[in-house]
Structure formats: C-alpha cells, structure tokens
C-alpha cells in the first residue's frame, strides 16, 4: 500500500478514536433495511459533538457507497457505511476546527461539484420532458455534421475475428433464459446483469444529452 495513504488511514483511525473519547457521539443504530413506513429525510439519524445530521444526508452517502462498492443492501452494508459516514463527520469536523475550510482548493473543488451536479440534474430534467423521435435525433446529428470542416473517422469495435463467430454467439445468445444473466462476467466482479443495467444507463445518459442539444437548437 502506499505510505501516505497508509499513514492517513492510521491518523483517521487515531483522529476518531481520539474524538470519540473526548466528545459524546448520538446516533440510533443504522437504519434497517427499507421498510414501507420510511421516516422523512430530515429526520436526526446522528449527533455528532452537538451537530445534528439528517438521514437525507445519509441517504445520499449509501446510496453512492452501494454503487461504488457494487454491494447489496443488507443490514451489515448498512452498519459498515454507517460507520464511515460519522467518521467522515468526525474528520470534517476536526477539519474545520483547523480552519482548514478557509483553504482556496477547497472552494474551487466544492464549486465543479455543484457545477457537475446541476449538469446531471438538468440533463435528466431534460431527459424525461421531452421525447424526439428518431427522424428529429437524425436530422440534428445530419445537421451538426453538414456543418464539421473536417474528416469523420468511424470507429468499430471488433470482438470476434470472424462473422461466422459473432453469428455463433448471437444464434447461442437467443437460446440463454433468464437466469443467466446472474452469471458472474469473466474476470470481473459483477454479473450479466450489472452489465447491461450499466450500458442501459450510460445509454440513457448520452441520449438526455442529445435531447438537451435538441431542446437549445429549437
């Protein structure tokens, strides 16, 4: 492991050891799993040296944990990211006792973040109130490359060497039920499923953009 990342880990730990004995810590335990009475996003899951902190806010932290870390939601994930959820509360907050939130690096990292989140959100916004067909996504693409004053390169993505081969695949492809798709992909971590649901949302992303360009071109 690297030695700097090795020797902040160890300073968190100390740094929340050392905080937790000096400070009282209030939270309930980690929420259960979901159930159908889910109380309200501003309900205090913690209170950390007096500061409260909403299940909003935590909410928002396990979801990113759960796909980052490709987990499952169970009750353990849930005590884990809770867990490092008041950790991060603990170090931010030792952070700020520094005046470290001052730092200009800060500022401008806090500000592409805002920046990058209120570009997905009108994306999606956009996404979801407008639906061009296919003839209005052909002629704003045909449009937009009657105006390049330059070569198009088109790029494929070979798989297999031969069409006999792919055919193969397509003809074994059709015959799979569904429960394949909880195969775990070669090498990887994930299954058949995670896949797909991946390609499926990175699709739709690029479509909302489309949609976007769309919407400004008209």
Sequence with gaps: MNKRLLHIACLTALLTTQVFAAEEVKAPEAPAVVTEAEPPNDTTIA???????????????????????????????????????????????????????????????????????????????????????????????????????RLEYKARHILVKEEDEAKKIIKELKTKEDSSLKEKVDYRSYNFQFLLNGLIEHTIYHLGQIAYIHKLLN
């Design 47 to 149: 209170t950390v040296n007096g500061q409260q902190f909403p299940l909003g806010l935590f909410r928002l932290f396990y979801a990113e944990r759960l796909r980052t870390a490709r987990a499952e939601n169970t009750p353990e994930f849930q005590n884990l990211a809770f867990n490092e959820f008041v950790n991060i509360i603990v170090t931010s907050q030792d952070a700020k006792t520094r005046g470290l939130e001052s730092n200009p690096e800060l500022a401008y990292a806090l500000e592409l973040q805002k920046m990058q989140l209120l570009s997905r959100l009108v994306l999606e916004q956009t996404a979801s109130t407008i639906h061009p067909s296919d003839a209005d996504i052909k002629k704003v693409y045909d449009d937009q490359v009657a105006k390049l004053d």
